[in-house]
């Protein structure tokens, strides 16, 4: 019979336990700054205007029905995933050495990869995550029998990159070593290395024989712009990398609940490629099959409407640049007031890091201090969500943030 008396309490996910003591505040001032989800300038969830139109399109299209999608995925879908990540033009597309395969989300894809290693990586089977990471990386690894251990990567004094470290301890690691690297718009720092700090990442990379991982799960809602937030992937596979790449669309997309993902998988240039992705391929198609059996539908129905069409992925841009813009208004707004209050500390970094998140520099007390005195809920590390910051509560963060560190 089943031991179930074996079976111990596992404690309660950080990021809900935050979420829940939320909820249950009733103070009409709260602010939920713990959310990993876009949010409108009245803290509310905004589905894209492009997606509303996606929508439409597809209620209106008599022929669709509810059968299983393929094992691999819809493959109008994951073609225009993989140009978007790779870019149209990329030598890995028109050479045939890249398989793409539809996933639940980013974390999907990254769950896919994971098992992949698992399953076949002969090099030295540690996954090196930077310190820190989405915390979910460690959970994802280690269930499938990888083990994590971390680089450095943020610097506390400059709340920065701590690009020495990184190099160090990338280079410290035992050759054929997986690294695990965030495309753009680190979680949770917010920090990127710079084009230039790629080029000698890559560099270190290939000298140690190292396997990269990039987990891509803000492309277009960093900056705004989707090549660039795509450069460092694209750079690599320029250099001729074999790689493994996630690809999320919940955040890019709004599509947070619909799940839609794609894994990648890119061989280096050669002969042997084109055979050897159809191999890589015919193995990512079982994994699947045991896993997920075949993806779902909806979601990858309207990014796949979407990035077919030229005018709807044109007003896709528009509506990155709306999020990645009211966002980076809202880190401008942000440190503007700190240093109008003079708060002290620095807050050049608030504008220096990108993405959704920001890592912010407060102590766990202050956290727990802002919490208990002002109903403004973070996570305990000090993270911010800036889609939680809007033009009618930022002022009163920042006053609530001087009352802690002064
Ligand atoms: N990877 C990183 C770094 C993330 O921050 C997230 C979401 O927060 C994901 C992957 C996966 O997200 P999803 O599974 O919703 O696409």
């Known amino acids: 019979n089943f031991p179930t008396e074996v079976v111990p309490q596992a404690p309660e996910d950080p990021l809900f336990g935050l979420m829940r003591a939320y909820k249950a505040d009733q103070s009409p001032d709260k602010i939920d700054l713990g959310i990993g989800a876009y949010r409108d300038d009245n803290a509310k969830p905004w589905v894209l205007p ?10 209106n299209n008599p022929e669709l029905d509810h059968e299983y999608a393929p094992i691999a995925g819809i493959p109008s879908f994951t073609s225009k995933a993989a140009e978007l990540m790779l870019g149209a033009d990329s030598p890995a597309l028109l050479e045939k050495r890249a398989t793409s395969i539809q996933t639940i989300s980013g974390t999907g894809a990254v769950h896919l990869g994971a098992l992949f290693l698992a399953k076949f990586y002969k090099g030295n089977r540690k996954v090196y995550v930077s310190n820190p990471t989405w915390v979910n990386h460690h959970q994802i690894f280690n269930n499938v029998g990888l083990p994590t251990e971390s680089y450095p990567y943020f610097d506390k004094n400059t709340k920065g990159l701590d690009f020495e470290g990184m190099k160090a301890a990338i280079r410290g690691a035992p050759e054929h070593s ?43 809602f960093a900056s705004g712009n989707l090549a660039q937030d795509a450069s460092a992937v694209r750079y690599f596979i320029e250099q001729g990398f074999e790689l493994l790449i996630a690809q999320s669309f919940a955040k890019n997309f709004g599509l947070y609940g619909e799940r839609a993902g794609c894994f990648h998988a890119i061989t280096s240039p050669g002969e042997e490629a084109t055979t050897t992705i159809t191999r890589l391929a015919s193995q990512l198609a079982i994994l699947q099959r045991s896993e997920i059996s075949n ?15 030229p005018a709807l992925f044109a007003e896709w841009e528009e509506n990155l640049s709306t999020m990645s813009g009211r966002i980076i208004s809202m880190r401008k707004a942000l440190r503007g007031k700190l240093e109008e209050l003079g708060t002290p500390g620095t ?11 920001s890592f912010t520099g407060l102590t766990e007390q202050q956290v727990q201090r802002l919490r208990d005195e002002t109903h403004i809920y973070m996570t305990k590390n000090g993270r911010i969500s800036m889609a939680g910051l809007n033009i009618h509560n930022v002022d009163r963060f920042a006053n609530a943030v001087h009352h802690v560190v002064s």
């Open 50 to 59: 492009v997606v509303k139109k996606a929508d439409e399109i597809l209620r």
């Open 347 to 357: 807050w050049n970094h608030i504008t220096d890091q990108i993405g959704m998140f």
């Open 295 to 309: 993806p779902p539908l909806y979601g990858a129905r309207i990014v796949s409407t979407v990035l077919n069409d």
């Open 178 to 220: 997986i690294i695990l690297m965030h495309a753009c718009a680190h979680n949770p720092t917010g920090v990127d290395p710079t084009l230039e700090q790629w080029k000698e990442l890559a560099e270190i990379i290939r000298e140690r024989k190292h396997f990269p991982f990039f987990d891509s799960a803000y492309q277009g």
